[in-house]
């Protein structure tokens, strides 16, 4: 079952501007990654950020957790062409072994 | 570092024939997890693998099944094929200990069922 829920599902911007997903949960979980899929391809780690941390950088990204609304944000600064991908959030919650549970993703365009 | 493998990059197989899919992990790393995605379902948990042991397993039927060997590859194996098991699959390696929970992906197997 998913888990999570990315918000909004599509989005369309110009290069330059700024993109920002959103991500929400249902139950508490021990961390939380984003990933980029390119036109069906394999999954591209982006960042983790842990329960216990409220902001993460990585170069132009920019992740936030609320675990007390369950929901986490990706910012991505300045975006490029090259950013066009669809954007997934997978939460961690499980008490033993691995298991990711994946949003349904966000379809992000940047136009040059 | 090498990343995760998956072979084969492409399948095409009949209803009711039986499929078998390889992952290495990137060297080092003892956890491997599988998912199937599909446009209707999402990304979906099927199975995870820790040091031979299966720990974790999603809501798929048992002609799902999978294993791990001492070398910490592993291999997927669905049976009697249904239309409805078309999708790409895709195989994570995380390291999973002390702290390092991150999960890196292959490019995935696209499996078609005709």
């Known amino acids: 079952s998913q888990q999570g829920e990315e918000d909004p599902q599509a989005l369309s911007i110009q290069e330059g501007e700024n993109a920002t997903m959103n991500c929400s949960y249902k139950?508490?979980?021990?961390?939380l990654q984003w990933y980029r899929q390119n036109s069906g391809r394999g999954l591209v780690h982006l960042i983790l950020?842990?329960?216990?941390?409220r902001e993460k950088h990585s170069g132009r990204l920019r992740v936030t957790l609320d675990t007390s609304k369950k929901s986490s944000s990706l910012l991505i600064t300045a975006s490029r062409a090259a950013d066009t991908a669809s954007y997934f959030c997978?939460?961690?919650?499980?008490?033993?072994?691995?298991?990711?549970?994946f949003g349904k993703g966000t379809s992000l365009l940047v136009t040059p | 570092k090498a990343g995760v493998t998956q072979t084969p990059r492409y399948l095409i197989k009949t209803r009711g024939q039986q499929v078998t899919l390889s992952c290495s992990p990137i060297?080092?790393?003892?956890?491997v997890s599988w998912y199937q995605q599909t446009p209707g379902q999402g990304l979906q948990f099927l199975f995870e693998?820790?040091?031979?042991?299966?720990?974790n397993k999603g809501n798929f039927p048992g002609r799902f099944s999978g294993r791990q060997f001492s070398n910490s590859r592993s291999e997927m194996n669905v049976s009697t094929l249904e239309l409805g098991d078309s999708a790409l699959y895709l195989c994570?390696?995380?390291?999973?200990?002390?702290?390092?929970?991150?999960?890196?992906f292959g490019q995935g197997t696209r499996l078609t069922v005709v």
């Open positions: 950020i842990r329960s216990n941390e």
């Open positions: 060297s080092g790393h003892r956890s």
């Open positions: 139950t508490s979980i021990n961390n």
């Open positions: 693998y820790f040091s031979e042991t299966q720990r």
């Open positions: 997978a939460t961690d919650n499980s008490n033993s072994g691995y298991a990711l549970n």
């Open positions: 994570a390696s995380s390291f999973n200990v002390g702290g390092t929970p991150e999960a890196f």
